[in-house]
């Protein structure tokens, strides 16, 4: 009988999610001015290092993860999320992130396998 | 300072924001975090879980399924999304204090929708964006790290002469 008990609690860790989603947008975007032509690249990268940095954490969780990446032009957004799922071991983190020329918002939705 | 000014509008929207759900969990936004000299960056997240009911782990028993049973519709998810976006969108106009409504209300209108075709075992994540159109551009995008066998997921963009929205829903398994 296998009775494979894991030894740390596995839920989802805000703090170290939301660490690693800004690590993310650093370097991915860190310094630089809105380019329509790179912004494709951009929300690319963004998202792929923190899937990758994610998935480095090891635990049994699939992740969902979101990039809008708007120009400062004085328009306005709204973003609003509803979830069906078990709020004991699943979460979410949002980061928002802004300089002179964007913003950058990144979502991250984790879900217990 | 506009940037404190948006930041505590942002907490308030987000302690607004928790009352719509079923159960309304308190949602944080923590302070400025690392304010560098051109960026700066405000984390939010949903309250703790696992701390609101203590319990103790509950250990499922094995299903023996290899797949899920039923698998998710994304067809008509798709037009699940296209009718609520066209029927609650079709005539406004981009306006903040609507608008702000509206993101909440059409996210819990088509979780319902979406719930109510019972797809077992899938959790249900919908993301709704809705944006004033003013020559500014933007983008949006999203990866997953999943099962492509059973985890899917369906998405619709509505416009019209003031606003655009985005609807995404996500359908993961659970094992």
């Known amino acids: 009988m296998d009775e494979f008990q894991s030894g740390e609690e596995t839920s989802f860790v805000v703090e170290e999610v939301s660490n690693i989603m800004k690590e993310a947008i650093e370097s991915a975007i860190g310094g630089n001015a809105y380019q329509h032509s790179k912004v494709n690249q951009w929300t690319t990268s963004v998202v792929e290092q923190t899937l990758s940095q994610l998935t480095k954490l090891g635990k049994p969780f699939k992740y969902i993860v979101t990039c809008v990446i708007m120009q400062k032009n004085g328009a306005g957004l709204h973003t609003a999320s509803s979830c069906f799922w078990d709020n004991t071991s699943d979460g979410n983190c949002t980061v928002r992130w802004e300089n002179k020329t964007m913003y950058c918002i990144v979502s991250a939705f984790g879900l217990a396998i | 300072m506009s940037d404190i000014a948006k930041d505590k509008a942002a907490r308030l929207l987000k302690k607004r924001g928790s009352v719509s759900s079923l159960s309304s969990h308190e949602v944080?936004?923590?302070?400025?975090l690392g304010k560098n000299k051109d960026s700066m960056s405000t984390v939010s997240y949903v309250d703790e879980p696992g701390h609101d009911i203590p319990?103790?782990?509950?250990?499922?028993?094995?299903?023996?399924?290899?797949?899920?049973?039923?698998?998710?519709?994304?067809?008509?998810?798709?037009?699940?999304?296209?009718?609520?976006?066209?029927?609650?969108?079709?005539?406004?106009?981009?306006?903040?204090?609507?608008?702000?409504?509206?993101?909440?209300?059409?996210?819990?209108?088509?979780?319902?929708?979406?719930?109510?075709?019972?797809?077992?075992?899938?959790?249900?994540?919908?993301?709704?964006?809705?944006?004033?159109?003013?020559?500014?551009?933007?983008?949006?995008?999203?990866?997953?790290?999943?099962?492509?066998?059973?985890?899917?997921?369906?998405?619709?963009?509505?416009?019209?002469?003031?606003?655009?929205?985005?609807?995404?829903?996500?359908?993961v398994y659970f094992e």
């Open chain 2, 28 to 32: 944080r936004a923590k302070e400025i």
């Open chain 2, 55 to 171: 319990r103790l782990a509950v250990q499922l028993e094995n299903t023996y399924q290899l797949g899920p049973a039923k698998r998710f519709p994304v067809v008509t998810v798709n037009n699940i999304l296209k009718d609520v976006l066209t029927n609650y969108l079709q005539e406004e106009k981009y306006e903040a204090e609507l608008c702000r409504q509206m993101t909440k209300t059409i996210s819990e209108v088509i979780k319902a929708r979406v719930k109510d075709l019972m797809i077992p075992r899938y959790k249900i994540i919908v993301i709704v964006h809705i944006g004033q159109l003013n020559e500014q551009s933007m983008r949006i995008g999203s990866r997953c790290i999943w099962d492509p066998a059973s985890d899917t997921f369906s998405s619709y963009a509505f416009k019209n002469t003031s606003l655009f929205a985005l609807a995404n829903v996500y359908a």
